[in-house]
């Protein structure tokens, strides 16, 4: 089976059409038909969207011994995506917790400093700001964890 035996076969069994697949690729309906007909090669950025379209190897669509796999396709994401959503979250963390302790020091620069409200009482409590530093330390280290981590 060749390359265009293999894009109209994978598009077939996907159940689209070659404009739907076209607007998928970014391209237009006849280049989709001109790569299935064998006039036209998509170039190497299309060979590349296409088998993650259709979570196929780019060598499963270029070489011509390489039959249709054995096995249904892949259905699994591959794992830099399934990593991403955790790198969002750990960056939106990290920025909300930064985001606030950067609130806390201009909230100090109008208020009495520390040092003088712990003199002014002989316990320290959680108040307000110290439950908010708390709270964006936490998102940090949340957002970093989720960042460096290897799963």
Not at 22 to 40: D, F, M, N
Not at 65 to 70: K, N, R, S
């Amino acid at each position: 089976m060749n390359l265009q035996q293999k894009i109209y076969s994978l598009r077939k069994q996907s159940g689209l059409s070659q404009e739907q697949l076209a607007e998928q690729l970014g391209v237009s309906r006849q280049a989709i038909s001109k790569w299935e007909t064998g006039h036209a090669v998509p170039d190497s950025n299309k060979l590349i969207a296409i088998s993650r379209f259709f979570m196929v190897t780019t060598d499963f669509l270029m070489k011509d011994e390489i039959e249709e796999p054995d096995s249904e396709p892949i259905t699994e994401w591959p794992a830099e995506r399934k990593k991403r959503p955790f790198k969002i979250a750990g960056i939106i963390l990290c920025c909300i917790g930064t985001a606030g302790l950067l609130f806390w020091g201009l909230l100090q620069l109008f208020q009495l400093p520390v040092t003088e409200q712990i003199a002014v009482s002989s316990a320290v409590t959680l108040n307000g700001a110290g439950f908010l530093i708390l709270f964006c330390v936490l998102l940090l280290f949340t957002g970093v964890w989720l960042l460096l981590r290897k799963k």
